[in-house]
Structures are given as structure tokens and as C-alpha cells.
């Protein structure tokens, strides 16, 4: 059931993501509103276009999330395993799990180490620089 709903997922996502598809919805509604005199604007001729585009975008929802979470769960795969096989902290593996919270410590934690190596590299580079200058001189 979970594989023939995320190729049918699959599939209406890719289909409706063509410039086809959007042509063919400006064309209903073209037509929808040509229609307009001709139905005298009634009720029911409003009804059309309101229920068909509610029930459309009620299941779009649903298609939607279905291929973003198999996405977002694809690169988390991905970037797992580089950090597995890198010199990256393992640590980091499904952090994705954690609360808000806890990932804006980790975040803060990360940008406090790259500040730190960032300065170390800025001194590093200032005196290497220092010291081309004096053998110039």
C-alpha cells in the first residue's frame, strides 16, 4: 500500500509540475469564466469552480507532503552517511529527531567552533603574511 501510494505520489507530483498542466488549469479556468454569462453568474456555476479547486488542492496537500518527506528523508540519508564516513562529528547523525530546541544548541555549538577555527585561521594567515613582509624587508 505505502509503494503504490508513493508512485501514484510520485507520479501526480511530476505531472503536475509541467508547464502542460498549468496550461490546462488556465484553460478550465478560461473556459469556466467564459461560461460565466452564459450560466448567469448563478450559484452553481460559482459552486464548479470553488468545490473543483478545493478538492483539488485537499489532495495536492496530501501528495505534496508525501514526496517533500520522502525527499527531506532521502538527503538526511545522504548526509548521514557523509558525515559517517568523513571526518565529521558522528554525533550529528539524526539530529533531525531532536527537538527545536536542541538543535538551536547544537547550531550555536557548531557556529561557536567555526568562529573559532575562522579567527585561528584569520591569525594563522595575518602571520604568515607578517612574516613574508619581514623576509622581503
Known sequence: MKRTFADIATAVARQSGR???????????????VTGPIFHYSDTWQLIINTGTTII????????QNTQNRDSAAVQAKLD??????????????????????????????????????NGAQKNANRKARAAINKTV
Open 81 to 118: 552517511e557523509l558525515i559517517r564516513v568523513s571526518a565529521a562529528q558522528n554525533t550529528l547523525i539524526g539530529i533531525e529527531h531532536l527537538t527545536e530546541d536542541e538543535i538551536s544548541d547544537i547550531r550555536e555549538k557548531c557556529f561557536a567552533r567555526a568562529n573559532k577555527a575562522a
Open 57 to 64: 488542492t485537499f489532495l495536492m496537500v496530501f501528495v505534496i
Open 19 to 33: 508547464p502542460i498542466t498549468f496550461l490546462l488549469a488556465v484553460f478550465i479556468i478560461i473556459v469556466w469564466a
